[in-house]
């Protein structure tokens, strides 16, 4: 089985559990006018990649090297993500959401702001989203976005929560539940951009929460079935002071966040996201057991690109040690190895990639919390320390 990906750490993690996993570093965003061969040889293995809907060419790398790409059903997966067309799958779901309204030119009346305005597409990295706190605000993101339906629902203040599931034929399984960061000045000049996740124990939010949580991403998971969906996706929730459980959009794919799931998933003797994510594509029945563990403190920054430019030099993947004051790699390891004073470093743009503004360079992960459990969260001293070093160790040159 290939994992393909413009990096290993996710299938890193499972790496220990799953010893016939191979990488394979494709990054197929930067891929274009790929063609399917006409005469593919036939498939002597699998291959699963992060977001097979980004583009044809995982599909065509996968044919070209004899693999047989696991991937969700394409429909399915543009209903699922689609911003508006999920609210009628949250409504079957039995799923609250902050109220919606959905617009294609003249606002209505009762919108008023704050209010968050969202194009439909899915994997805009953040770029899609708008807070606006002021109707000049409001009229300036419609405005730029004419022509398009929007989804415009009211701002709620509550906590962001992505739980992580796999569809199978036997039903969902619900794993890990962590608090996503999003639009974190140091990290992103974008306010609903995805900064990292830190796994999160039930305790750290409101009482019956997390069940609250769980009871939902089975319920979205089993409307997906119905769809025709099989295999891993992300559920983005908010959960409010008072521990409402609010939906507000669906990821029908690997996130980053699989990556610390998956060692908590180990940590409980568990089968990782990416096995199951294999086995729910090709086997008509699952055994699953479900298993809690105490939350494993892990978290992870999206380390991000502050002017535009080539990368000339990145970082260099692997453990790394804070010492004298700066990062000293210290060879290769294992995410839930990692000690104090340690983080596991991956490159997300390599030498010759060009990058903007907000996009990603790396990602850095850490044995313990990042940032401050909390709706507008705060990055640890720790974490701006090393956030700092990564974007002194990459060299960005004008074009």
Not at 239 to 251: R, S
Not at 267 to 281: D, F, I, K, Q
Not at 392 to 398: F, G, L, M, P, R
């Amino acid at each position: 089985m290939t994992w393909q990906d413009r990096s290993p750490f996710l299938g890193a993690v499972a790496a220990p559990v799953i010893p016939w996993l191979r990488f394979a570093h494709r990054d197929h965003r930067r891929e274009s006018g790929a063609a399917l061969p006409v005469n593919p040889p036939a498939p002597q293995g699998f291959a699963v990649t992060f977001a097979p809907e980004d583009g044809p060419g995982a599909h065509v790398w996968a044919a070209e090297s004899g693999l047989r790409l696991l991937a969700a059903d394409a429909t399915a997966v543009t209903t699922a993500a689609d911003k508006i067309s999920s609210l009628g799958l949250f409504a079957r779901a039995g799923a609250d959401t902050p109220r919606t309204w959905v617009v294609a030119g003249e606002l209505p009346a009762g919108a008023t702001v704050p209010l968050v305005v969202q194009r439909r597409q899915n994997n805009l990295t953040g770029k899609g989203t708008r807070l606006a706190t002021t109707p000049g605000q409001l009229a300036e993101a419609v405005r730029e976005w004419g022509g398009e339906t929007l989804r415009i629902s009211s701002y709620v203040d509550g906590l962001p929560v992505t739980v992580s599931g796999c569809v199978t034929r036997q039903g969902t399984v619900v794993s890990a539940l962590s608090h996503q960061l999003v639009g974190i000045p140091e990290l992103t000049p974008y306010w609903g951009a995805h900064c990292g996740n830190q796994l999160i124990a039930d305790d750290d939010l409101p009482a019956g929460a997390a069940a609250r949580c769980r009871e939902v991403c089975a319920a979205v998971g089993d409307e997906l079935a119905r769809l025709g969906l099989l295999g891993a996706f992300g559920l983005d929730l908010l959960v409010t002071p008072d521990g409402a459980v609010l939906a507000v959009e669906i990821n029908p794919r690997f996130q980053t966040v699989v990556s610390l799931v998956q060692a908590q998933e180990r940590a409980a003797g568990l089968l990782p996201t990416l096995g199951t994510h294999v086995l729910a594509a090709l086997l008509p029945s699952i055994g699953v057991e479900e298993v809690r563990a105490p939350c494993l403190e892990l978290s992870q920054l999206v380390v991000t690109a502050e002017r535009a430019g080539v990368v000339r030099s990145g970082v260099t993947a692997g453990v790394h040690r804070w010492e004298n004051g700066g990062m000293r790699r210290c060879g290769d390891g294992d995410l839930t190895a990692l000690r104090p004073g340690e983080a596991l470093l991956w490159a997300h743009a390599h030498p010759g990639d060009p990058v903007q503004p907000g996009e990603e360079l790396a990602l850095l992960q850490l044995p313990g919390p990042a940032a401050s459990v909390h709706a507008t969260p705060q990055l640890t001293e720790q974490a701006r320390r090393w956030v700092r070093a990564v974007r002194q160790a990459v060299v960005i040159e004008d074009v």
